[in-house]
């Protein structure tokens, strides 16, 4: 991080600033219980399950506004377009949204709408939801999508696969290299000749900033460089950063997937993720003049431009967003997930010295270890996530916040003590009580203890019984 880096419209606030604002928000929303207004099937919470005068609301605008209950239907980064009943929590939304289109991904001011989305499924069909329909338009496509494929690596989010789907899209999935991540060029080359000779030549590509498995990064330039060669193509290009959005752009200030770069015309971010806030915080942001494309003019009784993919959708969730962007303001924010990305290279840096085959994105918060040396009990007890539960290739450790440093040290040298157990394995059968007694002090939870000896005394039992199951052959 350097204290060098501009965020022109993000300052920190004391919490009394936040709640004056949040406050000041909501005495310009309808107040339902003083309103004569009756025109909207709209109301506060429950007064019996959400009493307003609760004292457990004194101390959370979060709360007083999720019982205010204020509808963001639509998109607020247009003011004059905004349903007015919530115009107040409404503006903290589009304050939310100009701080995430221009401070983090660097959009010029003003250039970006955007809006709360349910998450990052959410954001990815919205994307590809417009990019469809500008092609449909500026192309007279009538509705016939056989031109348009959507493109990703591999390592993409299966949101991908259900956009696709919704949309009568055909998806095509790029290699990538087994151990760097990075696509495969060959295959990006072999893939793109496919399409063209499929008639397609319209590409909706998606990049990835972070995957969900290994945290790696798409170069944008690595696509483009094939891409390039067949002018041919239409391409809009989508990243997903719901996983890396709020994570990379400050472990890598200088990351080239922002709006700097005119080829990227949106992105798809999760403040429930690395943020920390309630589900349903999720961020869709894009160029403005596009969501006309996603605009559904039947929707004539709503104020301003629902073109998003839900209609309906809590104030409450921007309010959560606000509360902790504007609680850590961006230095504090930048340090925090740089001592997440800290911990995470140390934790890389102890099983590189143990020859463990692994991957790590600089600047991620994800460990990605081989199988090869992953036993059953580590992976249950740590709850280690498979890249695929038939046939796990890889066991990912996520460094969230609640992964603090004394986890990661009882986790390394559980880990340590199993790796002995793997050696072990290939060895004599009969030395594992040696091997057990030699090793027991080492392993640093009981539960681990009981696990690995009820599985050895398993396994010899399984040998024991297939022994005696054993065809008998006569000579
Ligand atoms: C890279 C990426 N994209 C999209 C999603 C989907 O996000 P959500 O579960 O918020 O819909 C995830 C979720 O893990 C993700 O990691």
Avoid at 248 to 260: A, E, G, R, S, V
Avoid at 367 to 396: C, E, M, R
Avoid at 453 to 471: D, G, H, I, V, Y
């Amino acid at each position: 991080m350097t204290y060098l880096n501009v965020y022109p419209n993000w300052k920190r606030l004391s919490k009394d600033r936040i709640d004056q604002n949040i406050l000041e928000a909501l005495s310009h929303n309808i107040n339902y219980y003083d309103s004569p207004k009756m025109g909207v099937p709209a109301s506060h919470l429950d007064k019996q399950e959400f009493a307003p005068d609760s004292q457990v609301l004194e101390g959370s605008t979060y709360l007083k506004t999720l019982i205010n209950n204020p509808n963001h239907i639509g998109v607020h980064t247009d003011t004059d377009l905004s349903e007015p009943y919530f115009a107040g929590t409404q503006r903290l939304e589009a304050q939310v949204i100009k701080i995430i289109s221009e401070d983090i991904l660097k959009a010029l001011p003003d250039s970006v709408d955007g809006y709360v989305s349910s998450g990052g499924t959410e954001g990815n069909i919205q994307a590809i939801w417009v990019y469809r329909n500008l092609f449909n338009e500026v192309h007279q496509l009538h509705k016939d999508y056989s031109s348009i494929a959507v493109l990703c690596s591999e390592d993409a989010h299966y949101s991908m696969d259900k956009a696709a789907n919704l949309l009568n899209l055909t998806i095509t999935k790029i290699k990538v290299n087994t151990d760097t991540r990075v696509i495969d060029s060959d295959h990006l080359a072999i893939t793109i000749e496919a399409l063209a000779s499929q008639g397609i030549d319209k590409i909706i590509l998606v990049c990835n900033m972070m995957t969900t498995m290994y945290g790696s990064v798409d170069q944008l330039d690595d696509y483009m460089s094939v891409l390039n060669n067949h002018p041919e193509f239409k391409v809009k290009v989508h990243v997903d950063g719901a996983y890396g959005g709020f994570f990379l752009p400050f472990t890598h200030p200088d990351q080239p997937l922002n709006f700097n770069d005119s080829r990227i015309d949106s992105f798809t971010l999760d403040a429930h993720k690395m943020l920390q806030s309630p589900y349903g915080t999720g961020i869709f942001v894009i160029r403005k003049g596009l969501l006309k494309y996603s605009l559904t003019d039947s929707a004539q009784y709503v104020a301003g431009m629902d073109c998003t993919l839900v209609g309906s959708r809590s104030g409450a969730n921007a309010i959560s967003i606000y509360k902790i962007l504007m609680n850590y303001g961006p230095y504090d924010w930048a340090e925090r997930m740089l001592a997440l990305a800290d911990r995470t290279t140390r934790l890389k840096n102890q099983l590189l010295n143990w020859n463990v085959r692994l991957i790590h994105f600089e600047g991620s918060n994800i460990v990605a270890i081989h199988h090869s040396f992953i036993t059953p009990v580590i992976a249950t007890t740590y709850g280690l996530v498979p890249d695929n539960h038939h046939h796990p290739q890889w066991y990912k450790i996520v460094v969230m916040d609640h992964v603090k440093g004394d986890k990661i040290m009882q986790f390394l040298q559980d880990f340590k003590a199993s790796q002995l157990e793997l050696d072990h394995h290939k060895q004599d059968d009969e030395n594992d009580t040696t091997f057990l007694q030699q090793h027991f002090d080492k392993l640093s939870t009981s539960h681990v203890r009981h696990r690995l000896l009820f599985m050895t005394l398993s396994r010899k039992r399984n040998q024991k019984n297939a022994k005696s199951l054993e065809p008998i052959t006569k000579n």
